[in-house]
């Protein structure tokens, strides 16, 4: 049975977040997605603790979209690694779950 999927990244930039939340919309990978106001986030990398301003941009898609999101998402991303959380809830609504599938198998 198809599932609802709370798939995440960040970005350094806010018109690159809107771009990539808007464009994967439109290409019918997610039924929607959200732009978090920015946040700050610390992380190690190279062996040293950095941090950076970021936005995260969480999309609304489905178990059978999300390994194909993933790679989109990853080909249009400007980080080396990139950050990829998927999240499978514990409940959606059936209504939630219909419209998803709708918006991501409609051309």
């Known amino acids: 049975m198809t599932s609802i999927v709370i798939a ?6 806010e018109e690159k977040a809107y771009d990539i939340a808007r464009a994967a919309v439109e290409a019918r990978l997610a039924a929607g997605a959200h732009v978090d106001a920015r946040m700050t986030t610390f992380y190690w990398w190279k062996g040293e603790v950095r941090h950076e ?30 950050q990829w959380i998927a999240l499978t809830p514990a409940h959606a609504s059936q209504e939630y779950l219909a419209w998803a599938v709708k918006e991501t198998t409609e051309s």
């Open 8 to 13: 995440q990244t960040t970005v350094d930039d």
């Open 53 to 82: 301003r970021e936005y995260r941009v969480s999309f609304q898609t489905t178990d059978e979209k999300v390994a194909e999101l993933e790679a989109w998402v990853h080909a249009r991303h400007p980080y080396e690694v990139p």
